[in-house]
């Protein structure tokens, strides 16, 4: 994964490598979970995530950029995970290769829903009336607190959290209408 110095350096591979690390660090966190749920230990589960980010980079031209990375990841490291299990005798799986490919799958399937669940909130959000969408902002991006946000817009506590609950209940309304038409095939 190392890119050559000085100034002979490849600018398609710089920007490659740099995608490829930001598309890395937004799903290692995941990879590690997934991996570690079917390693059940923390050494051997790092020493795969570091053998599945060497894959991925090696096969990153392979990866197709209108799919899920965390997903393709995933893929990966199933391999790296069954090969795990096959060659380590004196840690032999706990449970059935079954159990593990359904677990695998169910944690598949949630990534990417959750992926889809995201680009749609993001969708809805940008739908908000530009006032509604500040609050959102405020609160969710930049982490500040219901009271503040109501001194901010010079409203009173007991009436922001009115609009918030409204605002709620239009983002569950619209994510909910958006996965149904891509479920629908519509999206």
């Not at 110095?5 to 490829?20: I, L, M, V, Y």
């Not at 059940?40 to 795969?48: F, G, K, M, Q, R």
């Not at 995933?74 to 004196?90: F, L, Q």
């Not at 959102?136 to 009271?147: D, F, G, S, T």
Request: overall charge positive; hydrophobic content about 40%; glycine content about 4%.
């Amino acid at each position: 994964m190392t890119e050559e110095a000085g100034p002979n350096k490849n600018p398609a591979k710089s920007s490659d490598t740099e995608r490829f690390f930001r598309l890395f660090l937004a799903c290692q966190t995941q990879l590690y979970a997934f991996i570690l749920m079917l390693v059940h230990n923390d050494a051997d589960a790092e020493d795969l995530l570091q053998e599945v980010a060497t894959a991925m980079w090696e096969r990153f031209d392979q990866f197709e950029p209108e799919k899920s990375f965390a997903v393709w990841g995933m893929g990966i490291a199933r391999n790296k995970i069954s090969n795990y299990h096959r060659t380590r005798r004196r840690t032999r799986a706990r449970l059935q290769k079954t159990t593990y490919n359904k677990i695998a799958d169910h944690a598949t399937k949630s990534t990417d829903m959750i992926t889809e669940w995201i680009q749609a909130l993001k969708k809805c959000v940008q739908r908000l009336g530009e006032h509604d969408r500040r609050i959102v902002l405020m609160r969710y991006k930049q982490n500040i607190a219901l009271r503040k946000i109501a001194e901010l817009t010079q409203r009173t506590p007991g009436g922001l959290y009115k609009t918030m609950a409204r605002i709620h209940n239009r983002l569950r309304d619209c994510v909910r209408l958006k996965l149904a038409a891509l479920e629908a095939g519509y999206d």
